[in-house]
């Protein structure tokens, strides 16, 4: 036991030994700890001025602009620095090589940001990090900033502190907008303009709008900022290209070499798309969006870009000296800024928030009330919001409005016997289904033994989505909201119920809603698909590249599916996030709705 003991020890003593051993040889003196690094000096400007560190003061004035950056300027307090870490809050750490340096940094939000930078010496040792603090302002708000909701007269205000009011010449309000009203233009000689430029086209700037074209075969320009020979900058439709465009031109003369940024995809015909346009001076990038979607980024001659000196012009552009290029269709909430809008402001428009609340327009409601013959002889059931009136066809008799029947919970409403002579249709889209939409209706199935379509937005071979029904087995059935992509897969959000609740005499309340989300990436959409049944959401399922084109029909699928039998009544699609308000106020039910 004590041999086992001293040679436990054995190691230790011999480390011992050795030690003192070489204590006595030459250069085998102990190597002095790191001197530790002392925190860096931090001084900044923005725009030339100098910017206090408000680390320790209680005031802390807005200095930097967020979208903007501010110059950093780093230096060593001890010896040995030979780089430098800095961090944002919220964003990652940044190695900058060199003794001394001076940086760009844009801040990443708005309010007080402690910017933290440490020294680090040629060991990779950090010293501890100063904190420079300070407080960055809310970028610019637009220059102009036009709602169209006026609903009369013949001057369209600007926004609140703004002073640009457009004269309106021809032009006209009109009730049904993407958020409460909008601009009407006959794509004729209306349009509005203000009495000056509004926006300095030699500098970066952006132009927003939501836009609903009415004649995909003519040029319209949205808006443009001109000269005294052509528009410095122009948003419209090329009906050459199908396509939206954003355009700048190099001179103010009567042939200027054109820049375009395109859209991907040709606009859908009388439905609301929102765009957005910026200008990036410093690059000379122009970039167009579509739905919140980068469509084309085209890069100009940045010393080529010139500052207008007329008047904005809405409805029409100028080039060789010539007014024309009349828009027809609508427009609302129109919007300038004198920079380039952040990525997070993309986003936001794409969900306007007037008072703070979302704003869900309803692009086309049919109550299924009745249908009457037009001079053409087409039976029609109306729209109430904007002739997007559906033909019927195909019931028995002449009398095409007999397909319009009692029902003791709805009155009058549309009973299909699921005969495939039926027709309930638009030969059209109301919606872009590559933005986000909703559409409800109130559903009650015949027989719930069997298949069927309810509505859909699609062609003869595929849907681009639709509402459908199927049986399940003796126990459950399951309503579904699917979406085709472009690749021709489909997508389906499916909510099952208990078949008891699916008898012949009860409605149902069917939504199905698409929500449109960016990932920066060109042509890259995503986003969500969601099915509620009477107000409570069943499923939701990712969506990743939608189509847009297509009829609206009601009752009818494609080549394949079953169609309806049954009843439908009070139909709506909605543009934009539906909100429960908006879908309890124009679908009330106490059991669900808030009073």
């Not at 300095?200 to 074209?213: E, G, H, L, V, Y």
């Not at 949205?222 to 009906?239: C, E, F, H, Q, R």
Request: glycine content about 10%.
């Amino acid at each position: 036991m004590r041999h086992a003991r001293l040679l436990s020890r054995l190691p230790f003593a011999l480390a011992a030994a050795f030690a003192v051993l070489v204590s006595g040889l030459p250069g085998a003196a102990a190597a002095d700890p790191p001197v530790p690094l002392t925190p860096p000096t931090v001084t900044a400007t923005y725009k030339g001025e100098v910017i206090q560190n408000c680390w320790d003061q209680q005031s802390c004035p807005k200095t930097v602009v967020l979208g903007e950056a501010a110059t950093f300027t780093f230096a060593p307090t001890s010896a040995d620095v030979t780089k430098y870490t800095y961090r944002l809050p919220g964003g990652n750490p940044v190695t900058v090589e060199g003794a001394s340096v001076t940086v760009d940094i844009e801040p990443l939000q708005q309010g007080r940001t402690n910017l933290q930078v440490s020294s680090i010496n040629s060991i990779g040792q950090p010293s501890n990090p100063t904190y420079f603090m300070f407080n960055v302002a809310a970028p610019p708000g637009p220059v102009g900033s036009w709602n169209f909701d006026e609903g009369s007269g013949t001057t369209a205000a600007d926004g609140p502190g703004l002073t640009h009011p457009l004269a309106l010449s021809g032009a006209a309000f009109e009730a049904s907008g993407r958020i409460n009203g909008a601009l009407a233009l006959d794509g004729v000689d209306d349009y509005a303009s203000a009495t000056e430029a509004v926006v300095d086209t030699s500098k970066s700037f952006s132009i927003s709008t939501w836009a609903r074209p009415a004649n995909p075969s003519k040029l319209g320009v949205i808006a443009s900022v001109n000269g005294a020979n052509s528009s410095a900058a122009g948003l419209g439709y090329d009906p050459a290209a199908k396509r939206w465009v954003f355009a700048r031109s190099s001179a103010d003369v009567r042939n200027p070499t054109i820049y375009r940024a395109v859209s991907k995809d040709a606009p859908v015909n009388e439905s609301w798309s929102q765009l957005i346009a910026t200008y990036d001076a410093t690059s000379g990038t122009l970039k167009l969006y579509v739905n919140g979607r980068l469509q084309q980024e085209t890069v100009s001659p940045p010393a080529n870009a010139w500052k207008a000196s007329g008047t904005l012009s809405v409805g029409r552009g100028l080039l060789g000296g010539i007014t024309g290029g009349h828009f027809r269709g609508s427009l609302d909430h129109l919007q300038i800024w004198q920079r380039v809008l952040r990525p997070e402001e993309l986003v936001a428009l794409q969900t306007p928030r007037p008072d703070d609340a979302v704003a869900t327009a309803v692009a086309a409601h049919w109550p299924l009330d009745n249908a009457t013959r037009g001079t053409d002889r087409i039976w029609r059931s109306p729209d109430s919001i904007r002739d997007a009136d559906l033909s019927v066809s195909g019931f028995p008799g002449t009398d095409q409005s007999k397909a319009f029947v009692d029902d003791p919970e709805h009155g009058k409403v549309l009973e299909l016997t699921g005969a495939t002579r039926e027709s309930v249709s638009l030969g059209r889209p109301v919606v872009d289904a590559s933005a986000s939409f909703a559409v409800a209706v109130w559903v009650k199935i015949a027989d719930p033994s069997k298949p069927a379509t309810i509505i859909r937005q699609g062609t003869g071979t595929s849907d681009t989505w639709r509402l459908s029904y199927e049986p399940g087995d003796e126990y459950s059935t399951t309503w579904n909201f699917t979406r085709t992509n472009v690749d021709g897969t489909e997508t389906t959000a499916s909510g099952s119920a208990d078949r008891e609740s699916v008898d012949p005499g009860q409605w149902h309340l069917l939504v199905g809603e698409y929500r449109a989300q960016d990932t920066g990436v060109v042509g890259a959409p995503s986003g969500s698909i969601y099915l509620s049944i009477d107000h409570h959401t069943k499923a939701v399922a990712d969506f990743t590249a939608p189509r847009r084109d297509g009829s609206t029909t009601l009752g009818k699928p494609g080549t394949t599916g079953a169609p309806f039998a049954g009843r439908l009544d009070d139909v709506r699609i909605y543009v934009g996030d539906l909100s429960p308000t908006s879908l309890c106020a124009d679908y009330p039910d106490p059991r669900s709705c808030a009073n």
